[in-house]
Nanobody
Framework: VQLQASGGGVVQAGGSRRLSCAAS????????VGWFRRAPGKEREFVAAITWSGGRTYYADSVNGRFTITRDNAKNTVYLQMYSLKPEDTAVYYC????????????????WGQGTLVTVSS
């Protein structure tokens, strides 16, 4: 599975941004796709995840209610719609995939995209 993350950029606080994660290669089937992020000087952390088949979603407390993860099976793409962005959301965002159900730790994902930088200015 190859993953291509895109959509990063600079956005003002309170604004919104949509990230995309396009998957190719081996079909994920009953697997899941997650978004993680790494802020400057911090560890990579879980943001949100979605099951590929059923569309069940999971969110970190820090983004719950502000971010929405969705998937388009026909396009093999997962989206992360981010609203009400805050300066503390500034990070490199990574998408990741696994062939099992949703997980929230980095070590449980087998495939990673290259990351896309989101900068939220105050």
């Amino acid at each position: 599975v190859q993953l291509q993350a895109s959509g990063g950029g600079v956005v003002q606080a309170g604004g919104s941004r949509r990230l995309s994660c396009a998957a190719s290669g081996r079909v994920l089937g009953g697997g899941a796709v997650g978004w993680f992020r790494r802020a400057p000087g911090k560890e990579r952390e879980f943001v949100a995840a979605i099951t590929w088949s059923g569309g069940r979603t999971y969110y970190a407390d820090s983004v719950n209610g502000r971010f929405t993860i969705t998937r388009d099976n026909a396009k093999n793409t997962v989206y992360l719609q981010m609203y009400s962005l805050k300066p503390e959301d500034t990070a490199v965002y990574y998408c990741a995939a696994r062939h099992s159900t949703v997980a929230v730790t980095t070590s449980q994902y087998d495939y990673w995209g290259q990351g896309t930088l989101v900068t939220v200015s105050s």
